[in-house]
């Protein structure tokens, strides 16, 4: 479980190819403080940690990665030096200072306009149709692991405000148009959609 609190940029280092994909990223943590089986978020995507070392000033994890997930996620596009966000798992007791995040990616959104006024950056992003149901203005949602507030909604294509701090310490600054993004709804919205349809197929049956 995550906040969507972004704790780190990590830099993919190094990616073996075969029957898993493994990538070997780099970061700021302590490795001290990273276990063997820990769960890290990885641009919005769990993984688990399954080698962990020195490296530098920090850490270098290593992750295994499914043919589902890279076929799901924007984690089959990642290349050496790729910049990732990175989220360490919510403890007992953490402050919740985002939303409640599964690091279960919902599916892939793509930037359709990027606007820099007065510092700000606004973006406005296209879900996937099947996505788009889930997400309200006001509402909360993932964007490459970064918990984010919806200002406003227009079929499927939503924006989002991003705050300067937002944009320097995590890697939603360097976002385009056509970038692609992983998206994760809001738990709590995806809920009260299945509620909403429960009377239905209960009448139906």
Not at 64 to 69: A, D, L, R
């Given at each position: 479980?995550?906040?969507?609190?972004?704790?780190?940029?990590?830099?993919?280092?190094?990616?073996?190819?075969?029957?898993?994909?493994?990538?070997?990223?780099?970061?700021?943590?302590?490795?001290?403080?990273?276990?063997?089986?820990?769960?890290?978020?990885?641009?919005?995507?769990?993984?688990?940690?399954?080698?962990?070392?020195?490296?530098?000033?920090?850490?270098?994890?290593?992750?295994?990665?499914?043919?589902?997930?890279?076929?799901?996620?924007?984690?089959?596009?990642?290349?050496?030096?790729?910049?990732?966000?990175?989220?360490?798992?919510?403890?007992?007791?953490?402050?919740?200072?985002?939303?409640?995040?599964?690091?279960?990616?919902?599916?892939?959104?793509?930037?359709?306009?990027?606007?820099?006024?007065?510092?700000?950056?606004?973006?406005?992003?296209?879900?996937?149709?099947?996505?788009?149901?889930?997400?309200?203005?006001?509402?909360s949602i993932a964007v490459d692991g970064v918990s984010l507030t919806v200002n406003a909604v227009e079929a499927d294509v939503f924006s989002l405000m991003i705050i300067p701090h937002t944009a320097e310490v995590t890697t939603l600054g360097r976002l385009q148009s056509g970038s692609k993004v992983n998206l994760?709804?809001?738990?709590?919205?995806?809920?009260?959609?299945?509620?909403?349809?429960?009377?239905?197929?209960?009448?139906?049956?």
């Amino acid at each position: 479980m995550f906040t969507g609190i972004v704790t780190a940029k990590g830099r993919v280092e190094r990616i073996e190819d075969g029957p898993v994909r493994r990538f070997a990223i780099t970061s700021p943590y302590d490795p001290a403080g990273v276990d063997l089986g820990a769960s890290i978020a990885h641009d919005g995507a769990c993984l688990t940690v399954v080698s962990v070392e020195p490296a530098g000033d920090g850490a270098r994890h290593v992750v295994e990665v499914s043919p589902e997930t890279l076929a799901r996620t924007t984690l089959g596009e990642w290349s050496e030096g790729t910049e990732i966000n990175l989220e360490r798992s919510l403890r007992v007791g953490d402050e919740l200072g985002g939303h409640i995040v599964q690091g279960h990616v919902d599916g892939v959104g793509e930037v359709v306009e990027r606007t820099d006024a007065d510092g700000w950056l606004t973006l406005k992003v296209r879900a996937p149709r099947a996505l788009a149901k889930f997400i309200a203005e006001k509402g909360s949602i993932a964007v490459d692991g970064v918990s984010l507030t919806v200002n406003a909604v227009e079929a499927d294509v939503f924006s989002l405000m991003i705050i300067p701090h937002t944009a320097e310490v995590t890697t939603l600054g360097r976002l385009q148009s056509g970038s692609k993004v992983n998206l994760e709804a809001d738990v709590m919205a995806r809920y009260a959609a299945r509620l909403m349809e429960a009377p239905a197929q209960d009448g139906a049956s």
